[in-house]
């Protein structure tokens, strides 16, 4: 048993899962000490509220109080000061969330940002983490131990809203869909109040709904429990970048391999500003760039994994190729951060889609992409070989082709045209569309957009099971405008 923690990267000293709540009676009048409160008399509370939002877009949105807590064993006792104020509570494991679910006005932020401990297994397979441990962490401590798991292909998300909603991990389709497959159990704090622990054979219900609710989920995760899998022997990727009026066709390709089950392998592509092109450049001239990789126990194994893409006539036609190099799970993760491009900077905003018709979905994103707005914003375009969804899980939404919309910018002279950019790529793709993904849908949709990120049965459910688990409304849920 290994205990890792990021402490390299946060002040506080970490703790264990939370141990039985207190009744609500002998639960003290003030918060404890390990607690930070802070409030709007505070002269600190807009430094606060502001980094309660990774991105710099931050929200106008005025909590009627912060709380930032040091220990899991915390968390009753946030909830209980919550109750006996009458404020709702909106949960923040990171604050990656890039409509800033976080903040709400006149609600308590909870704020888990010091979570983030991370314990591994190895002998059974398995690892407890916080909820505010980033995916590289959690790749890094795995990796030791020959093990891995389908974090986030951003570096910096935290494990906490990511698998709440269902969560696009790396080798997806190879490693069962989605992240929050891989739950195992959680330690939570339910609206009571009560800490308590959640599994398939502990409350099903609240299980259910841990994976894949998004914050729709009526409690707070301090810890989650996960089964893991052997690290792949071998990890390749390739590059191979087209003119964006190629993406049609690229999709109709990648989409068919998927289908067949292209064995290994994550397909993925990027719709982006050329950036070769010269700066000052509007409209920057905009490429489509393959990107599939490989996860295979060799390197012939992947090489051979990857002949029916690599050999057909289609990649002859790319602008350039970079063939198949190695690189390993952390190598993946820290090409998320490009300080070149800014991806993982600035102000961000974000909607998506799936959809069942890969060729005509791409060329009608393609073609909104083409009036996006600023330099830097992208569209991530994954091919899935959707699996049968498992029973147990919220998460009940998927087809052959996702695809993300990321208006990424830095003048906040811009937030009018890209705001109305997303709208319009919106009703660009609406013939296309099946519904959205619960992390990453445009939340100014109201309730029937939230709605369409699950299926017609599990909406139901979840509406069900949060009136049941939380009748006051404690938490304040799914974020709309």
Not at 97 to 120: E, I, M, P
Not at 333 to 351: E, K, M, N, W
Request: glycine share 8%; hydrophobic share 45%.
């Amino acid at each position: 048993m290994i205990d890792l923690s990021r402490r390299r990267f946060l002040s506080a000293a970490l703790a264990g899962s939370a141990g039985l709540a207190l009744p609500a009676a002998a639960r003290p009048e003030t918060l404890p000490a390990t607690a930070r409160l802070v409030t709007p008399a505070a002269p600190d509370y807009e430094t606060w509220r502001r980094a309660m939002v990774w991105q710099a877009r931050k929200p106008d949105r005025m909590p009627a109080a912060i709380v930032r807590v040091s220990r899991a064993e915390d968390v009753p006792d946030v909830m209980a000061h919550a109750r006996r104020r009458g404020l709702q509570v909106a949960v923040k494991s990171g604050g990656h969330h890039l409509w800033g679910a976080a903040l709400r006005d006149d609600a308590l932020t909870l704020d888990l940002g010091l979570l983030s401990d991370v314990k591994v297994d190895a002998r059974t397979g398995t690892v407890a983490v916080g909820p505010a441990l980033w995916s590289r962490e959690l790749a890094l401590a795995l990796s030791r131990e020959g093990l891995a798991f389908p974090v986030a292909h951003c570096a910096t998300v935290p494990m906490g809203g990511y698998l709440l909603g269902g969560g696009f991990g790396v080798n997806g389709d190879e490693w069962g869909g989605m992240a929050c497959f891989w739950i195992e159990g959680a330690d939570i704090v339910d609206a009571n109040g009560r800490a308590r622990h959640v599994s398939r054979t502990e409350d099903p219900d609240l299980f259910w709904a841990l994976r894949g609710a998004g914050n729709g989920f009526p409690g707070v995760v301090t810890r989650f429990f996960l089964r893991t899998g052997p690290l792949p022997g071998v990890i390749t990727e390739s590059v191979h970048v087209f003119p964006l009026d190629h993406a049609g066709e690229v999709a109709a390709l990648v989409a068919q391999l998927a289908s067949d089950g292209l064995p290994n392998t994550e397909l993925m592509m990027l719709l982006a500003a050329d950036p070769g092109a010269a700066a000052g450049t509007e409209p920057p001239e905009r490429i489509c760039v393959l990107r599939p990789v490989c996860f295979a126990a060799s390197t012939k194994e992947a090489h051979d994994s990857l002949a029916p893409l690599s050999g057909h006539p289609l990649m002859q036609e790319a602008l350039f190729s970079i063939p198949h190099r190695e690189v390993s799970m952390d190598r993946l993760q820290l090409g998320s951060i490009d300080y070149a491009t800014q991806f993982g900077y600035g102000r961000y905003l974000v909607d998506s889609d799936w959809s069942d018709a890969p060729e005509a979905a791409v060329r009608a994103l393609a073609q909104t992409f083409s009036a996006a707005p600023a330099r830097n914003s992208h569209c991530v375009v994954l091919f899935k070989n959707p699996p049968r969804l498992p029973e147990d899980a919220a998460c009940s939404l998927m087809a052959p082709v996702w695809m993300g919309r990321y208006a990424a910018w830095q003048d906040e002279a811009l937030d009018g045209r890209v705001l109305d950019w997303l709208a319009e790529s919106s009703r660009a793709l609406t013939d296309h569309s099946l519904g959205h993904y619960i992390n990453e849908v445009d939340v100014r949709g109201g309730k029937p957009r939230i709605q369409a990120c699950f299926s017609p049965r599990a909406w139901r459910r979840l509406s069900d099971l949060r009136a049941e688990r939380d009748p006051d409304g404690r938490f304040a849920g799914f974020l709309s405008a």
